[in-house]
């Protein structure tokens, strides 16, 4: 089944603006990773958080991880137009190693100029 | 420029033909992905090979056949596709097989059209 699920599907704001993104999934999970992807093109990856941790910075990107909830955020800060993309959770569920990456629905992020 | 090639960008053919998608990582990873996205649907992973040896077969169906010569270069074969079938087809590479640790690095995909 599913693992990760974003939410929303679909977000809408204006350039400068903050967007934030969220992630469940089921089970638990030794790693979860947030991927990118702009209209006809792959996945490009973001950030990539450890069970362990619960923030995590990159440029303009914070992700936050609460186990307990079994949830993600991904915050981007003073968005841009070059932000317009689908944004992609991606977990493993925890186990013996070769864990499968199982990535959800994304949400469709658009950057109003 | 990701270090991941996939070609042909589009590709349109009819269900009785045959033809193949190339992917080539020039990263030096060891362990390459064959993916499949429509939409609405999360990511569906196809193949896995690990140094150029198939680790995994998700259940994919036998009109789909993957082939690996070389850690570098991945293919998938098709043949008699059905329309359903129609997606873009996404190739990807990791360092290692250990898919949650590590980034997948993706080709641009090939947007296969059934017709």
């Known amino acids: 089944s599913q693992q990760g699920e974003e939410d929303p599907q679909a977000l809408s704001i204006q350039e400068g603006e903050n967007a934030t993104m969220n992630c469940s999934y089921k089970t638990s999970i030794n790693n979860l990773q947030w991927y990118r992807q702009n209209s006809g093109r792959g996945l490009v990856h973001l950030i990539l958080i450890r069970s362990n941790e619960r923030e995590k910075h990159s440029g303009r990107l914070r992700v936050t991880l609460d186990t307990s909830k079994k949830s993600s955020s991904l915050l981007i800060t003073a968005s841009r137009a070059a932000d317009t993309a689908s944004y992609f959770c991606a977990t493993d569920a925890r186990g013996f190693g070769n864990e499968k990456l199982t990535f959800g629905t994304g949400t469709r992020l658009t950057i109003i100029p | 420029e990701t270090g991941v090639t996939q070609t042909p960008r589009h590709l349109v053919m009819g269900m009785t033909n045959k033809k193949s998608l190339k992917c080539e990582q020039h990263l030096g990873h060891n362990a390459m992905y064959w993916y499949k996205q429509s939409a609405k649907k999360p990511l569906e992973l196809m193949f896995v090979y690990n140094f150029k040896e198939q680790t995994e077969n998700n259940s994919v169906p036998s009109r789909f056949s993957p082939e690996c010569p070389n850690s570098s270069h991945l293919f998938l074969h098709l043949h008699t596709l059905q329309p359903e079938d129609s997606a873009l087809y996404l190739c990807?590479?990791?360092?290692?097989?250990?898919?949650?640790?590590?980034?997948?690095?993706f080709g641009d995909g090939t947007r296969l059209s059934i017709l």
């Open positions: 990807a590479s990791s360092q290692e097989l250990d898919r949650g640790n590590q980034p997948q690095h």
